[in-house]
């Protein structure tokens, strides 16, 4: 292809997690990269296998775009004299352009005209500026982890071994380190490990082939998916995979090879959970599945290397998953041997956190939340929440737990069903835990759903009690998430809860380990939801300044909250959302340090503000009504009704009047105005045109 440009980093093999994110990341670089050196080109494609980052681009333009650049000068009033002749304002200024004054041009900007210059500067050829831009590039690729090796300086995800670079199917000469670039890649490290010369991007894919390397992920995750499908179809299963587990082993492979196995049936007993961990987590192997759902026992493991002998491969992964599952077959008869509720007192050795106490202690007081938050929002769940908290951990001191930390609350589930546990109350200590990941499945009962509340409360409390809250992106805790977690559960559930009563409950029970005052504790945790929250509505396509005015007047009522936000994303469409925002931010503008006072009807003089208490008392009680009854909308349009007294009252009286009680007494029925909208949202927040 005609000016194609092909970019190959050849490397040891670099972790299947970083390499999805790279491919993503390297677009991302390339694209703002030529962008900014104006230099047209096509489509971008990013390409990655375990050994290999590749880069090609279509069309890319042999030189930059002509930039013209814009100089301005001196003002045009100060560089022509009485008559007419150039200053030395003028001339200094073309000479430092190095053009005549002749040359210049005048510029109209805000602030008037100015003499200006306006050159055009060439563009450089492609050719000369891609060394700079590929090695950059390749400097630039972000990875959570790199390394130097050797006694290089450079640093990467794995060590680099060759670099191929082509641009119109010319060599781009570019040294790193100590390796030269070249029109060379390397197939397969054990079934092809020579080098082969390539012309560009489809010659390149054709013989990466050739030589066992399948370059395109997007060909290998098809592959992989079908003929693992296929293998499972011919013992009569299916293939059970989540996207993350397919994502992952597409980027572990070069050249996929499905190897099918299987396992004795005797371990089918042991909970669906622990042998999909076990296979998927631990092994990266396909489960296989019949028509519902239930486990064949067999897997589907996916091979980086095609043997003389694929039922050797087979028996190898065979003999590696049984010692898994022996190991889970062990535990799971052990454990069983303790009943849950006997594991709750070995907490007690279990440390939560250092300054935080023990497990146990952790136990106590978000069951006691828990029980509190149930008397609140449903009442009849209370016994079942007590004993779902109370159990919530346990499973933490199993045999099963400790060797596959991924099953927590999973084997509590299960170990409380063998133990004869309700099954509400054995679902809750799975759902406890829920979401699991930000935007993963919620507790689908109420039983789960509080006891989870609980347990993420006293953890995000906590350690903002112990001053140790998420800083910039370090959030070692899940803090977070556990927020997110918190509101989607309110949300969800419609439960009618403060977060104030939340937050004051949690403190009580971490009095002892508080390392601040509770008071700044609470604004700190109140601030942190806001934030979470904030982002959450944002994204959700709200108008950022609808969601700040909202949540500047309220967040302890999370269900009110959503409310208030949507029905003032609709009252934005009313004519006199504008005019009513810039009505109260006058009042505010005018309150700023003012102390609530009493209004005295007989102070009240002037036409208008007479006009403005009568029309306010009127609409207050309204007004009032509407947000009891959580008709918001129908509240804004009742305070849309103030706007004509106030604008009068602005524009007829004086209230910073010199009568100190007069003053006061017009300052105070601002203030009552002000507190009325406060009960929906800060309008202050508003952006307003006025």
């Not at 300086?153 to 040294?175: C, E, N, Q, S």
């Not at 397969?188 to 990466?208: I, N, Q």
């Amino acid at each position: 292809m005609s000016n194609e440009l092909l970019f190959e980093i050849g490397t040891e093999e670099i972790p299947a997690g970083f390499l999805s994110k790279a491919v993503v990341d390297m677009e991302d670089i390339i694209r703002k990269t030529l962008t900014e050196k104006r230099i047209a080109f096509e489509q971008i494609r990013c390409l990655a296998t375990p050994r290999r980052l590749v880069l090609s681009i279509a069309d890319v333009a042999p030189k930059q775009d002509d930039q013209t650049v814009e100089k301005l000068g001196p003002a045009k009033k100060a560089a022509f004299d009485e008559n007419g002749q150039p200053t030395k304002a003028a001339l200094g200024f073309a000479r430092g352009q190095g053009v005549d004054v002749s040359q210049l041009e005048t510029i109209v900007t805000d602030k008037g005209e100015y003499l200006g210059a306006r050159k055009t500067i060439a563009g450089q050829p492609t050719a000369d500026l891609l060394p700079d831009i590929l090695k950059n590039f390749l400097l630039s690729i972000p990875f959570r982890k790199s390394m130097r090796w050797a006694a290089y300086d450079l640093r990467f995800a794995r060590p680099v071994h060759w670099l191929l670079a082509l641009y119109d199917g010319k060599t781009i000469p570019l040294t790193i380190e100590d390796i030269e670039s070249g029109n060379t890649s390397r197939g397969h490290r054990f079934m092809s490990p020579a080098s082969f010369a390539v012309s560009g991007l489809e010659d390149y894919l054709k013989k990466t082939k050739e030589h066992f390397v399948v370059a395109d992920p997007a060909e290998r995750k098809k592959l992989i998916l079908e003929e693992a499908q296929k293998a499972a179809s011919e013992v009569g299963g299916k293939l059970f995979y989540t996207d993350d587990l397919l994502e992952t082993i597409t980027f572990i492979v070069e050249y996929p090879v499905i190897v099918r196995g299987s396992f004795h049936e005797d371990y089918l007993k042991i909970p669906k959970e622990v042998l999909t961990t076990t296979m998927i987590s631990h092994q990266k192997y396909f489960p296989v599945v019949n028509n519902e759902g239930k486990l064949l026992p067999y897997f589907i493991a996916v091979s980086n290397t095609r043997a003389r002998d694929m039922d050797v491969v087979a028996r190898g992964n065979e003999r590696v998953l049984q010692a898994r599952l022996a190991d889970a077959s062990f535990f799971f008869e052990e454990d069983k041997k303790i009943p849950l509720e006997n594991r709750v007192e070995s907490l007690k050795k279990v440390v939560f956190h250092t300054l935080l106490g023990t497990s146990h202690k952790k136990v106590m007081r978000f069951r006691k939340l828990a029980v509190k938050i149930a008397a609140k929002v449903k009442p009849s769940v209370k016994k079942n929440v007590d004993r779902a908290a109370l159990l919530a951990k346990a499973d933490l001191e199993s045999l099963m737990v400790g060797e596959f930390s991924e099953l927590q609350g999973i084997m509590g589930r299960e170990y409380a069903l063998l133990a004869g546990e309700k099954p509400e109350i054995a679902h809750a200590i799975y759902e406890h835990y829920l979401p699991i990941v930000a935007g993963g499945d919620l507790p689908q009962t109420d039983e789960g759903a509080i006891v989870g509340l609980a347990d993420k409360m006293d953890t995000i409390v906590g350690f903002f009690a112990v001053n140790m809250p998420p800083t910039g992106t370090a959030d070692p805790y899940a803090l977070r998430r556990q927020a997110l977690g918190i509101i989607n559960i309110i949300l969800s559930r419609g439960y009618a809860l403060s977060l104030n009563f939340l937050i004051d409950e949690c403190l009580d029970s971490l009095k002892d380990v508080l390392k601040k005052p509770a008071p700044d504790v609470k604004k700190d945790v109140l601030d942190f939801f806001r934030g979470r929250l904030q982002n959450q509505l944002i994204s959700q396509g709200y108008a950022y300044d609808t969601v700040d005015a909202v949540l500047a007047s309220d967040i302890d009522n999370l269900v009110s909250v959503i409310e208030k936000v949507q029905a003032l994303q609709a009252f934005r469409s009313n004519p006199e959302f504008e005019p009513i925002s810039i009505a109260f931010k006058r009042i505010d503008n005018i309150l700023k340090d003012f102390h609530e006072g009493k209004v005295d009807v007989n102070l009240l003089s002037h036409d208008a503000e007479i006009k403005l208490f009568s029309t306010f008392e009127n609409i207050s009680t309204r007004v009032e009504k509407g947000i009891a009854e959580k008709d918001f909308i129908a509240a804004l349009n009742k305070l849309a009704a103030l706007r004509p007294s106030v604008d009068a009252f602005f524009d007829n009286v004086m209230v910073m009047d010199k009568d100190e009680n007069i003053r006061f007494n017009r300052l105070s029925l601002l203030a009552d105005i002000s507190a009325l909208f406060h009960k929906i949202a800060d309008f202050s927040k508003i952006v307003t045109a006025g």
